[in-house]
């Protein structure tokens, strides 16, 4: 996961952990597209508008945060390239009350306008942009069963896990058996069938965003569902052409088929990550010492401008939310590893943190 993304994530967090009553939190994303002026208007014009609240303590706070942004907006000349948001709010705590001031400027666009007062922040427009846009479609066939996942960057996310009755192989011979045969061969049929139209339902709307389709299980049934599995012809030209062999089909098998897809599809994250991992590990096995390990070792040498690549696992990352102030100051790259991924868990096994050095 990019720096920026994983810092955007942990706002997201945070905001979102945030509890207000009624009115009291305000929330206004203003997209690149929207003229400065513009938006100074509809603040001025909801502040207006805000006498109109019958609760006086609403009305205070909903007036509160208004004013606030809208100092904010007449401070600046321009809106950024990607736009702002703002999520101003009251939030009481042991009895008194806190304010809250998060002004969040992401590193892609945000898409639409949105203005919002409640009891809670509105974070789904952020949170769609700490997600890739790309996104990987494994999907393992056994006999019978079907199990779905999201690949986005370098998360799995298990989407369906479907069982299809299959009728059971007999031992029986003469016409008996082959009457079973043919119905056995039907239900597949009819399985594969059912596994092109559940691909179908989930992933035609969303075609622009899908950039492969892997399948993995028995190998033999994969190749039969893409003969007769009815997949829409657009997702059948985003299958890759590697078929994973995988031997338990459900959410585990997942985890296991995305070591493979990343091999496979090497424009993936998790095959950034694998590849900075063995670069990192290549050189600690020759002696060089132009690489180190361990929070103190590495943090000493950040401090000292050494590092050029930093290397930590994500659960690290969200106890250190200023490693992205320091690697910036220092002109140092950061690599935030999955929790997920093997080479995640191997930099766990080395302290959480490791770093190629500048010398």
């Known amino acids: 996961m990019s720096a920026e993304r994983q810092k955007l994530r942990r706002k997201v967090e945070q905001l979102k952990a945030y509890q207000g009553r009624h009115s009291s939190f305000t929330t206004i994303y203003l997209p690149p597209t929207k003229n400065l002026l513009d938006a100074i208007s509809f603040v001025k014009a909801e502040l207006a508008g805000a006498d109109n609240i019958k609760s006086k303590q609403n009305r205070k706070h909903v007036s509160d945060n208004l004013t606030a942004i809208l100092s904010e907006l007449t401070s600046i000349k321009k809106l950024p390239e990607n736009g702002m948001a703002f999520f101003f709010g009251i939030e009481e705590s042991g009895g008194t009350e806190v304010e809250i001031r998060e002004v ?37 066939i056994e006999g ?19 069982d299809f009755f299959i009728i059971g192989k007999t031992r029986a011979g003469g016409q ?9 061969e039907e239900k597949m049929m009819e399985f594969f069938k059912f596994v092109g139209r559940l691909l179908n339902k989930l992933l035609v709307d969303d075609l622009e965003n899908v950039d492969a389709i892997v399948l993995g299980g028995n190998t033999i049934r994969c190749q039969e569902f893409l003969e007769k599995g009815d997949l829409d012809y657009r997702l059948r030209e985003k299958v890759a052409e590697t078929i994973i062999s995988v031997s338990i089909i459900d959410e585990t098998g997942l985890y296991q088929a995305m070591k493979e897809a990343s091999r496979i599809l090497r424009e993936t994250e998790i095959y950034a990550e694998r590849q900075a991992w063995d670069a990192f590990m290549e050189d600690l096995m020759k002696g060089l010492n132009t690489v180190t390990y361990g929070k103190n070792e590495v943090m000493e040498a950040l401090q000292a401008g050494r590092v050029s690549t930093l290397l930590i696992t994500e659960d690290l990352a969200d106890q250190m939310d200023s490693i992205y102030d320091d690697v910036s100051e220092y002109g140092s790259e950061l690599l935030v590893f999955s929790n997920q991924t093997e080479s995640g868990s191997q930099l766990k096994g080395f302290g959480g943190m490791a770093a190629r050095l500048r010398w």
């Open 104 to 140: 969040v400027i992401p590193f892609t666009p945000i898409s639409q306008f949105i203005y919002l007062c409640g009891r809670e922040f509105v974070t789904e427009e952020l949170e769609n942009i700490t997600k890739p846009k790309s996104l990987v479609v494994i999907v393992l």
């Open 144 to 162: 019978g069963k079907v199990t779905v996942g999201y690949l986005r960057g370098k998360h799995m996310e298990l989407i369906r896990d479907e």
């Open 176 to 184: 008996s058996a082959k009457r079973y045969m043919r119905l056995r």
